[in-house]
């Protein structure tokens, strides 16, 4: 069975500030999602990365997909309010099935 | 693009009665459709997942005769809840990817909540 463990599982921090999640799996990974999650929503892709070792920017949120496919992390600069929420990896393990991370509650304080 | 829509995004019922969730890929075809389950402050958990035209295939635990799951077009899925309990009381949530995007991307309904009581 493939698990994906993030951490941390709650963060906390003002506005302004720096954060990373990291999503870490045994297991190797065709491709790794991201995603945020709303109360009462469902979740939004956000990114997919494919390549080992691939770093992706979207604005002040920075993804990277480890050399062996195994990891991965979410750097978010700047956090602003608007950041809150679940975040969510979700790693392919080679068919359409998603493996979910055991998510990221961030909340940003003004 | 890639929009997905659920209906109905919450619903209440009585125990025993039955329910059915429908989830609609709007501006795309989805060859495979997934239904997850969500508790509170928890991460998904996928029940089942969906071909269109054929059966679907449960996860573990998950019972097929209770959690029907219909995929009768490549737009459309249905999830019924059969003779509803309370703990079935849950956040719903369905999700679509197409194939010939190539990279395995869902993409989410909004969710539907259903209390049982």
């Known amino acids: 069975t493939q698990l994906l463990e993030q951490s941390p599982q709650f963060l906390s921090i003002q506005e302004g500030e720096n954060l990373t999640v990291y999503c870490n799996s045994s297991?190797?990974?065709?491709?790794l999602q991201w995603y945020r999650q709303e109360p009462g929503e469902g979740p939004v892709l956000l990114v997919t990365v494919v390549t080992g070792g691939e770093v992706k920017k979207l604005k002040r949120l920075t993804f990277q997909f480890g050399d062996a496919r195994k990891d991965s992390s979410l750097h978010i600069t700047a956090a602003q309010p608007g950041d809150t929420g679940l975040y969510l990896c979700a790693g392919a393990g080679g068919n359409e099935k998603l493996t979910f991370g055991t998510g990221t509650r961030l909340t940003i304080i003004p | 693009g890639a929009v997905v829509s659920q209906h109905p995004s919450w619903v209440i019922c009585k125990s025993g009665t039955s329910v059915k969730i429908e989830c609609r890929s709007l501006d795309f075809q989805a060859t495979t459709m997934f239904w997850y389950r969500q508790f509170p402050k928890q991460s998904l958990m996928l029940m089942a997942t969906s071909n269109e035209g054929s059966k679907a295939t449960y996860e573990q635990g998950v019972e097929k005769d209770k959690f029907l799951i219909n995929h009768a077009s490549l737009t459309l899925s249905t999830l019924t809840v059969t003779s509803a309990h309370p703990e079935d009381s849950s956040f719903y949530i369905c999700?679509?990817?197409?194939?010939?995007?190539?990279?395995?991307?869902?993409?989410f309904g909004p969710g539907t909540r259903l209390t049982v009581t």
């Open positions: 297991s190797v990974f065709s491709s």
């Open positions: 999700s679509a990817s197409d194939r010939g995007r190539g990279l395995y991307e869902q993409y």
